[in-house]
């Protein structure tokens, strides 16, 4: 005689909305960032064993069903323990904020007792708004930190360097650009002198 019984549903499970999914690796992480396009995305990281993520988790699907223009990410400690000291995530429950271009914008641990720290950055960063460029997600260091860490499986490639003055002069003589095309004298004094700064052609 064979017994079964259904299994039970996990509490970081519970009451899960279209707008929350569990990250399944690094990459995942950093691609659902950049992927993200304007939108705010709260990453919650978790663990199974800590009691405080597993009060907190009922008001965070609340949150997530009230605000289903949020993208919600989990990310479990246990499982993802290298990528989260390779993130500087040390206490439990912890949430970052991150919106389109201006990346990370915010950061913090709050439990149900402080809950006001998370209602309150949901309120300033979650209205609508356009940001200029492309989604910017975990800041270079996060990601050269991720590329290092031997446990992963994640690769990450510094943007090559452009000199400002050849960025410059490369978007002047673009065809049908915005710009006309700078005179002598102002590309020379681009080029002269340390001030020549540089600038990233992109992820």
Request: aromatic share 10%; glycine share 6%; net charge neutral.
């Amino acid at each position: 005689m064979n017994l079964s019984f259904p299994k039970a549903t996990r509490w970081w499970h519970k009451g899960l909305q279209p707008n929350m999914r569990e990250i399944e690796s690094a990459q995942d992480l950093a691609d659902s960032l950049l992927n993200a396009g304007d939108k705010l995305v709260v990453v919650d990281f978790f663990s199974p064993g800590c009691g405080g993520c597993r009060a907190l988790h009922p008001k965070i699907a609340q949150f997530a069903e009230r605000n289903p223009d949020v993208m919600f990410l989990q990310v479990n400690y246990e499982t993802h323990k290298s990528m989260c000291y390779s993130l500087h995530v040390h206490v439990l429950p912890f949430f970052r904020f991150y919106r389109g271009a201006e990346g990370r914008v915010s950061s913090f641990s709050c439990t149900n007792a402080t809950i006001n720290k998370f209602k309150d950055a949901l309120a300033k960063h979650g209205p609508e708004r356009c940001s200029l460029g492309p989604a910017r997600g975990l800041e270079e260091s996060e990601l050269l930190a991720l590329a290092a860490n031997k446990d992963l499986q994640f690769t990450y490639e510094k943007p090559d360097l452009v000199p400002l003055a050849e960025a410059i002069a490369k978007e002047a003589a673009a065809p049908g650009g915005p710009w006309f095309p700078l005179p002598v004298s102002a590309t020379q004094l681009l080029t002269q002198g340390p001030e020549n700064s540089l600038l990233s052609s992109g992820r």
